[in-house]
């Protein structure tokens, strides 16, 4: 099974969330590696068809397209999209979606210093491969599968809600409501990819 991960842009490390790192290091220490191409203004790559798709003449880039095609316009145009009045998409619509989620995880993290990238991985081990967006410091923005023809979009992070991915493909979500609110929970991606069931959970609030 081959798996990518692909880092655009100009790189440099970041070291707020090394112990986040570490988690996903160990889990993307499985995927296969391609060395980053330098572009400022194109955030694509090339890969090749997975032994796990469905269909091995479709390739993840391809089953993805309509989402890294948002990812990719958010990126170059963060500023203009974040400044505007509305959406470039109708509310409702799955592109909404996605541009909403993308738009907020991108937007609370500073990418001065962070790389906007994105993997595959086989993360409930079903043979299709799922797509995680994320920074070169392994700061997950979002996650998505791909069921029934079309990507979904499974979660999205920003700076109070983090996730860390183990190395069986358990989604480990730490949140903060604030000083004194936490959240602790560890989902699963379901094995149609249709989305997540949670296995833990636990919350804490301060006196």
Known sequence: MKKIITVFMRVKKATAWLL?????????????????????NDTTSTTE?????????????????????????VIINLD????????????????YEWWAAIIGAVASFHL?????GYAFC?????????????????????IFSFADGKPVLLDNYWNRKKCTIDGDGTIQVYGSGGADTSSFSILKIS????????????????C
Do not use: H, W
């Open 20 to 40: 986040i790192a570490s988690f996903l290091l160990a889990f993307l220490a499985s995927c296969n590696t391609q060395p980053p191409k330098e572009s400022k």
């Open 191 to 206: 094995d149609d990819d249709r989305g997540t069931s949670r296995m833990y959970r636990k919350a804490t609030r301060a």
């Open 112 to 116: 001065s210093t962070n790389v906007p």
């Open 80 to 95: 203009e999209q974040m400044n505007s009045k509305g959406s470039p998409y109708s509310e409702g619509t799955k592109e």
């Open 49 to 73: 068809p997975t032994e796990n798709n469905p269909s091995n003449d479709i390739s993840n880039e391809e089953k993805y397209k309509p989402v890294l095609d948002i990812y990719k316009d």
């Open 122 to 142: 086989d993360l409930n081990k079903n043979g299709n491969d799922e797509m995680l967006l994320l920074l070169d410091d392994y700061t997950v923005l979002a």
